[in-house]
T-cell receptor
Framework: AQSVTQLGSHVSVSEGALVLLRCNYS??????LFWYVQYPNQGLQLLLK??????LVKGINGFEAEFKKSETSFHLTKPSAHMSDAAEYFC?????????????????FGKGTKLSVKP | DAGVTQSPTHLIKTRGQHVTLRCSPI?????VSWYQQVLGQGPQFIFQ???????GRGNFPDRFSARQFPNYSSELNVNALLLGDSALYLC?????????????FGSGTRLTVV
C-alpha cells in the first residue's frame, strides 16, 4: 500500500523567505511523486513531478523538489516566497499499473499544507 | 486548447436524491479519473476509466458509479445522497503516458447535500 504524510497542516512565511513544505511517502514499489497547488475554489494545478529521472525536479513558479529515497521524502522548496504563493499544496504518490493499452495509476494524496505569506 | 471541463460548477441536492456530474477530458486523453475532496482534506480516489473500461475503484460505496463514453467524456453518478457526500468532486484526465504529461485536473463540481 502507498501513503503520503505532509508534516504541518499550516505553514506561514514572510514574503521573500524560504518556503519548505514537507512530504514523506511510503511505497513498496518505485514511486512516482507529484506536487499540486490549489487556490481557493479552484481545481489542482501540477507544480512538478518525479518520474525516476533526475532526483532534483524543477517546476513552475520557481518551485523545486528533491527525491530522497533513503529518507522517503519529496520536500517542496522555493527560495523566496511571493504573496501569490499563498495557497494549499498537496503531495501525491502513485505507481505504475501496467495494463494493456497503456500504463495507468491513481494518485494518493496527502492531507495538504496551507501556505500563508505575510507581507 | 481547452483543459478538463466539468459541469455543473455548483450543485445543491437534498438527502436521498440522485446526482450526475460530467467531465470532458483534454482532447487526445483517453483516461479519466474521479476524486472526492472533502473540506480540509486531500482528494480521495473514486474511479478511473481508460478506453471506456473501469481500471480502478477506490473505497467508496456502491452508491457511487461512473461510466466513460466513446468520446472519452465521463459521468459520475451518486445515488441516495447523504450529507457526507458534500464535497468538491474533481475530474482528472491523462494521456497514455501519464508520467510524462501528468494528470490534469478540472476546476471541480461543488456538491452540497442538505
Amino acid at each position: 500500500a502507498q501513503s503520503v504524510t505532509q508534516l504541518g497542516s499550516h505553514v506561514s512565511v514572510s514574503e521573500g523567505a524560504l518556503v519548505l513544505l514537507r512530504c514523506n511517502y511510503s511505497s513498496s514499489v518505485p514511486p512516482y511523486l507529484f506536487w499540486y497547488v490549489q487556490y481557493p475554489n479552484q481545481g489542482l494545478q501540477l507544480l512538478l513531478k518525479y518520474t525516476s529521472a533526475a532526483t532534483l525536479v524543477k517546476g513552475i513558479n520557481g518551485f523545486e523538489a528533491e527525491f530522497k529515497k533513503s529518507e522517503t521524502s519529496f520536500h517542496l522548496t522555493k527560495p523566496s516566497a511571493h504573496m501569490s504563493d499563498a495557497a494549499e499544496y498537496f503531495c501525491a504518490v502513485t505507481s505504475v499499473r501496467m495494463n494493456y493499452g497503456g500504463s495507468q495509476g491513481n494518485l494518493i494524496f496527502g492531507k495538504g499544507t496551507k501556505l500563508s505569506v505575510k507581507p | 486548447d481547452a483543459g478538463v471541463t466539468q459541469s455543473p460548477t455548483h450543485l445543491i441536492k437534498t438527502r436521498g436524491q440522485h446526482v450526475t456530474l460530467r467531465c470532458s477530458p483534454i482532447s487526445g486523453h483517453k483516461s479519466v479519473s474521479w476524486y472526492q475532496q472533502v473540506l480540509g482534506q486531500g482528494p480521495q480516489f473514486i474511479f478511473q476509466y481508460y478506453e471506456k473500461e473501469e481500471r480502478g475503484r477506490g473505497n467508496f460505496p456502491d452508491r457511487f458509479s461512473a461510466r466513460q463514453f466513446p468520446n472519452y467524456s465521463s459521468e459520475l453518478n451518486v445515488n441516495a445522497l447523504l450529507l457526507g457526500d458534500s464535497a468538491l468532486y474533481l475530474c482528472a484526465s491523462s494521456s497514455d503516458r501519464p508520467f510524462d504529461s501528468g494528470y490534469t485536473f478540472g476546476s471541480g463540481t461543488r456538491l452540497t447535500v442538505v
